[in-house]
């Protein structure tokens, strides 16, 4: 079955860059996703990438696809105490998303 | 972007009654909506998938008499959830299909604590 998996916990410090990780199981996903949820809100999407790339970036983001090793990452460079929130990756090759477990990003001064 | 919004925003309610959710796209017409769960500290889960006019999809494990979801307008979907118990405590969010994998919106969530 489909199955995608994140790291837990990241803590940066302010001004650095921050990379999140997420690897998933579906060789057939066409788009895999970046998404940003703050405290008791819904998700807000971030960015995505089509399953034939292997990099795209987007302002201070910068995602980058291995699609033989199923691995996907989020780079924040200049990460700021904004930036303090879960991220979840998720993957879809129809309307259907399948999300990943969710990284909690906190930025410290 | 495209605002939907959902109401309530929190409820806190006693075991064994029901809850009911509204989801609203404000400015574009849906004809599917996503219904999420997500438990603390966990990931977002389907639980289902609706239709304009007609029956939703339930992922499986999502009991269809205990979590029922109309879709009777293009703006407005629903979603109660009957005979609530504490395991049903969860933040719910709903999502519009926009038809554009770049488009993605978001109900702001539901959080629903049961007694």
């Known amino acids: 079955g489909e199955d995608v998996e994140q790291s837990l916990f990241l803590s940066v410090r302010e001004g650095d860059s921050s990379v999140i990780n997420c690897t998933y199981t579906?060789?057939?996903?066409?788009?895999l996703y970046w998404y940003k949820q703050e405290p008791g809100a819904g998700l807000q999407l971030l960015t995505y990438?089509?399953?034939?790339?292997d990099m795209k970036q987007d302002q201070r983001l910068t995602v980058l696809l291995n699609k033989k090793d199923k691995h996907l990452s989020l780079r924040i460079a200049d990460t700021q105490t904004g930036d303090s929130a879960i991220y979840f990756c998720?993957?879809?090759?129809?309307?259907?998303?399948?999300f990943g477990t969710g990284t909690r990003l906190q930025v410290f001064p | 972007g495209a605002v939907v919004s959902q109401h309530p925003s929190w409820v806190i309610c006693k075991s064994g009654t029901s809850v009911k959710i509204e989801c609203r796209s404000l400015d574009f017409q849906a004809t599917t909506m996503f219904w999420y769960r997500q438990f603390p500290k966990q990931s977002l889960m389907l639980m289902a998938t609706s239709n304009e006019g007609s029956k939703a999809t339930y992922e499986q494990g999502v009991e269809k008499d205990k979590f029922l979801i109309n879709h009777a307008s293009l703006t407005l979907s629903t979603l109660t959830v009957t005979s609530a118990h504490p395991e049903d405590s969860s933040f719910y969010i709903c999502r519009p299909e926009t038809g554009a994998h770049n488009e993605q919106f978001f109900g702001p969530g539901t959080r629903l604590t049961v007694l």
């Open positions: 998720a993957e879809s090759n129809t309307d259907k998303l399948i």
């Open positions: 579906d060789s057939s996903s066409t788009y």
């Open positions: 990438i089509f399953s034939n790339m």
